[in-house]
């Protein structure tokens, strides 16, 4: 009785560490303590449920973590060397090894990966920060240039602002002068009118005289014409009655207008003294001079200054553009603005411009429109119309890197286009203690 007892007692004890043992596979460490004791209560209800029997008890699976029973329960993958993590209980022995330490599996079904991932995600999480020490220290250097520059601009700004007003005065004053020359010459040429008025008239006169003659010889041609004509008709009409033939029809011709010959030799007039004085005037020395002297004015020295202060309002309307741009927070993408970024594809390459225009070949996908989402996305909308689609727009994703480099570009929808590019303004020194914690030891 006595072995019998100590054999009963022998099997109780096995059973229940293999019990045990089965009930924590899959569970995790601060969810042991519910587990312990091979039974679990369902959440929500009363039901008790037998822990990893390959039964599903409970609705929600929680007490098959270790099985496969239940399709909605969670299997812990301890993955001792990586990181751990949860996977679908359905997953378990389904012959795929999904936990890195293989425990999702039979032993030895699976080889322990977990060092491997670990090294492999050590050495992006190494890259990340190498890229955002690179990165922030690049930010550094531009926040020093920043504040160099903007100093300059300001300075800048105020002189061009003096040398606008100096430079408008001075075209103003010139084209005053501009102005009293052609006066001058206004003044001049009614002078010479005056001087000329009877000289010219005699000319004209002359001319007169001369279209007269013309015309009179020109009338009595055209009047010996007629008469020929007139002669030959009757001599043909008479020629017909001697041979007894029909006579021609005289062909009737409308009746001529008459002519106002002293309206004629008015307009010959004037015509005369307009040519005869605009030659006179052209030949005169002194409004050559006064002619001269605005049209040197105005071709040298009032075009250089209207040139000169051109130039100044572009530079200055430039500096006003920068120093009102919004460049982000503490300016940190200041180093950006107006700097031009490409990328090539097979098929086309895109150009972005910041804080301007972005292209794709020489079609414009969108017009510099603001931030988005903190001042990580940069929008570009108002592009050239697709065809039977909206207008192309772009959106660009800043992420964090010591350069900055368009790393690729993509159409997720119709001529709505989306830029990933990697810049040191988009590097935050708050991520650096969380890719430190990343890393595993």
Same mark, same amino acid.
């Given at each position: 009785?006595?072995?019998?007892?100590?054999?009963?007692?022998?099997?109780?004890?096995?059973?229940?560490?293999?019990?045990?043992?089965?009930?924590?596979?899959?569970?995790?460490?601060?969810?042991?303590?519910?587990?312990?004791?091979?039974?679990?209560?369902?959440?929500?209800?009363?039901?008790?449920?037998?822990?990893?029997?390959?039964?599903?008890?409970?609705?929600?699976?929680?007490?098959?973590?270790?099985?496969?029973?239940?399709?909605?329960?969670?299997?812990?993958?301890?993955?001792?060397?990586?990181?751990?993590?949860?996977?679908?209980?359905?997953?378990?022995?389904?012959?795929?090894?999904?936990?890195?330490?293989?425990?999702?599996?039979?032993?030895?079904?699976?080889?322990?990966?977990?060092?491997?991932?670990?090294?492999?995600?050590?050495?992006?999480?190494?890259?990340?920060?190498?890229?955002?020490?690179?990165?922030?220290?690049?930010?550094?250097?531009?926040?020093?240039?920043?504040?160099?520059?903007?100093?300059?601009?300001?300075?800048?700004?105020?002189?061009?602002?003096?040398?606008?007003?100096?430079?408008?005065?001075?075209?103003?004053?010139?084209?005053?002068?501009?102005? +009293?020359?052609?006066?001058?010459?206004?003044?001049?040429?009614?002078?010479?009118?005056? +001087?000329?008025?009877?000289?010219?008239?005699?000319? +004209?006169?002359?001319?007169?005289?001369?279209?007269?003659?013309?015309?009179?010889?020109?009338?009595?041609?055209?009047?010996?014409?007629?008469?020929?004509?007139?002669?030959?008709?009757?001599?043909?009409?008479?020629?017909?009655?001697?041979?007894?033939?029909?006579?021609?029809?005289?062909?009737?011709?409308?009746?001529?207008?008459?002519?106002?010959?002293? +309206?004629?030799?008015?307009?010959?007039?004037?015509?005369?003294?307009?040519?005869?004085?605009?030659?006179?005037?052209?030949?005169?020395?002194?409004?050559?001079?006064?002619?001269?002297?605005?049209?040197?004015?105005?071709?040298?020295?009032?075009?250089?200054?209207?040139?000169?202060?051109?130039?100044?309002?572009?530079?200055?309307?430039?500096?006003?553009?920068?120093?009102?741009?919004?460049?982000?927070?503490?300016?940190?993408?200041?180093?950006?603005?107006?700097?031009?970024?490409?990328?090539?594809?097979?098929?086309?390459?895109?150009?972005?411009?910041?804080?301007?225009?972005?292209?794709?070949?020489?079609?414009?996908?969108?017009?510099?429109?603001?931030?988005?989402?903190?001042?990580?996305?940069?929008?570009?909308?108002?592009?050239?119309?697709?065809?039977?689609?909206?207008?192309?727009?772009?959106?660009?994703?800043?992420?964090?890197?010591?350069?900055?480099?368009?790393?690729?570009?993509?159409?997720?929808?119709?001529?709505?286009?989306?830029?990933?590019?990697?810049?040191?303004?988009?590097?935050?020194?708050?991520?650096?203690?969380?890719?430190?914690?990343?890393?595993?030891?």
């Amino acid at each position: 009785c006595k072995m019998t007892c100590l054999l009963c007692a022998l099997l109780f004890a096995v059973f229940c560490v293999t019990v045990s043992g089965n009930a924590l596979k899959g569970v995790a460490p601060e969810d042991i303590q519910f587990y312990q004791s091979g039974e679990i209560t369902c959440p929500g209800t009363s039901i008790k449920g037998v822990v990893n029997d390959d039964y599903c008890d409970c609705p929600d699976g929680k007490d098959e973590p270790g099985t496969s029973a239940c399709s909605n329960g969670r299997f812990y993958c301890v993955n001792k060397g990586f990181k751990p993590h949860f996977i679908t209980s359905s997953r378990v022995e389904d012959n795929i090894c999904d936990c890195c330490d293989g425990s999702d599996e039979v032993a030895g079904k699976c080889t322990d990966t977990c060092s491997q991932k670990a090294a492999e995600l050590n050495a992006v999480t190494l890259q990340e920060i190498q890229d955002l020490e690179a990165g922030l220290e690049k930010q550094k250097q531009y926040a020093e240039e920043y504040e160099k520059t903007l100093v300059e601009k300001k300075q800048r700004e105020s002189e061009l602002e003096k040398q606008q007003t100096t430079k408008e005065e001075l075209v103003a004053s010139l084209e005053a002068s501009a102005a +009293a020359w052609q006066t001058q010459i206004d003044t001049e040429r009614e002078n010479l009118k005056s +001087a000329f008025k009877s000289v010219v008239e005699e000319e +004209a006169e002359v001319r007169v005289a001369e279209f007269i003659e013309r015309r009179a010889v020109q009338m009595a041609e055209a009047e010996a014409q007629a008469q020929a004509e007139k002669e030959r008709l009757l001599a043909e009409r008479k020629e017909a009655e001697e041979r007894g033939e029909p006579l021609p029809e005289e062909e009737e011709k409308p009746a001529s207008e008459p002519v106002d010959l002293e +309206a004629q030799n008015q307009v010959e007039r004037e015509n005369a003294i307009t040519e005869i004085m605009r030659k006179k005037l052209d030949e005169s020395e002194s409004l050559k001079v006064l002619i001269e002297a605005k049209k040197k004015l105005e071709s040298e020295d009032l075009q250089t200054a209207r040139n000169e202060l051109e130039s100044i309002k572009n530079e200055l309307k430039n500096i006003k553009e920068w120093l009102s741009a919004d460049l982000g927070p503490d300016a940190r993408f200041s180093y950006m603005y107006g700097q031009t970024f490409k990328y090539s594809t097979h098929e086309y390459e895109y150009t972005l411009e910041a804080f301007n225009e972005a292209k794709q070949g020489y079609t414009s996908i969108g017009e510099w429109e603001g931030w988005s989402d903190n001042y990580t996305q940069m929008k570009f909308t108002g592009g050239t119309r697709c065809w039977g689609g909206p207008d192309r727009s772009l959106t660009v994703s800043l992420v964090c890197g010591g350069e900055t480099q368009v790393l690729e570009i993509k159409e997720p929808a119709k001529c709505e286009y989306s830029m990933k590019v990697k810049t040191p303004g988009a590097c935050n020194p708050q991520d650096m203690e969380k890719l430190k914690a990343q890393l595993i030891q």
